[in-house]
């Protein structure tokens, strides 16, 4: 064996139990060999090294965020499922969940049962008009204002949800429209 | 399935201590088997013996703290939803470890999506698959001092410097004990392939350390 071969079947070496490889071969070149000898020595060193140096550590909160990442990821994908609602539904209930599971969860957690509260019954009423805020004109040339911001509907109370999460609304209130934001 | 396992869960049918030393004691599959009958706290009980390998795992492979905890998060939160598909003839190791592997290489993939960063990448590879394999010890070798406090920085370093399909089957060999036929599917490989790329991972690795080992 010369040292090119050693090199080039050097992991049928250092992984034996993996090949069907007598060492033997290897063991007489490296014996006769001072630079494939520091070749091993080099990897087996490095190696013990690079194992000796422990990663980062586990964060102390990556059991709770993962608890939270799980019901979330869960209870969204399940409402989807069930009744195709929106995501925000979805997020809603998943944020209820959360909260109701918190603490609950037995793998990870020590608390192993949840009190039950009997709460009184919940009535709802539609919710007061928000005043809206109007847009303000535009104060960019006309050509970089988008004919369909101008539609009537837009502004209406319906779109107010919408509009209020656009980012429409942050720019206009900012006033440096420069884009919609919607292609 | 939520409610089904916690009502379960919550019932407390085992107290909880008695539970989780007899999940510590039980085998993976075992483990996972609790998992699908409805025991939550098996689920706990795989986090626990696998956080910290994954981390160091996607860690090794990214090389980013952050993101790692985030991936390994992500490793979790898949298996939790997917344990049920999972085929229990195979290795449960070798299918968690197949997850992780393929969100980081997803993360690389996209820290790549630079045309220049993404030709960089391949003509790091295949300069790496090609070069003809070599050695040659360096005389130069820095004091002690420096050499110490050095020293996990450029072991680090080296890894970091690999290739990525050599880093990767390098990390789950060496660093991770990974049998070759594991490594074949956890980077959806052959073992010719495994072969061939951890003996150059090696060399490439020995080139790069050999000034700061004695
Ligand atoms: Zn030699």
Known sequence: MNCQEFLERYSEFRDIDEADTEPDSFEAHLDSCPACRRYHEVVERGVELARSFSGPPIREDFEDRLRHHIYHADLVAHTRRRDGSSPLIAVALAAAAILAGVGAWGPISTITTAPTVDLPGISASAPQVRTILEPQPVQQSPERSPAFLNHSNLWSESNTLLYEHSNLYHRYRDGTLIRTGLH | ?214
């Not at chain 2, 599959?29 to 956080?51: I, N």
């Not at chain 2, 790549?112 to 040659?136: C, G």
Request: hydrophobic share 35%; glycine share 4%; proline share 3%.
């Open chain 2, 1 to 214: 399935m939520f409610a089904e396992k916690k009502t379960h869960d919550a019932f407390g049918v085992i107290p909880a201590g008695d539970t989780r030393k007899e999940l510590a004691s039980l085998g993976d599959s075992e483990v996972v088997q609790k998992f699908l009958d409805g025991e939550e706290r098996a689920f706990g009980e795989l986090v626990r013996r696998y956080d910290s390998r994954l981390l160091n795992f996607v860690y090794r492979t990214v090389g980013d703290r952050e993101r790692a905890q985030d991936l390994v998060q992500e490793t979790f939160v898949r298996v939790y939803r997917h344990l049920h598909r999972f085929d229990q003839s195979k290795k449960f190791s070798t299918w968690i470890y197949t997850i992780a592997g393929n969100l980081a290489k997803n993360e690389l993939r996209n820290r790549s999506r630079n045309p220049l960063v993404l030709f960089q990448a391949i003509k790091k590879n295949w300069d790496a698959d090609h070069r003809p394999l070599e050695w040659e010890d360096e005389a130069y070798k820095p004091d002690d001092l420096f050499r110490k406090r050095h020293l996990k920085e450029k072991v680090d370093e080296a890894v970091q410097q690999l290739p990525e399909h050599h880093r990767i089957v390098f990390v789950l060999r060496e660093l991770e004990g990974r049998t070759y036929e594991e490594i074949a599917e956890i980077t959806d490989t052959n073992l010719g392939t495994v072969k061939s790329r951890l003996n150059r991972a090696r060399n490439n690795f020995a080139r790069i350390i050999a000034p700061m080992v004695d």
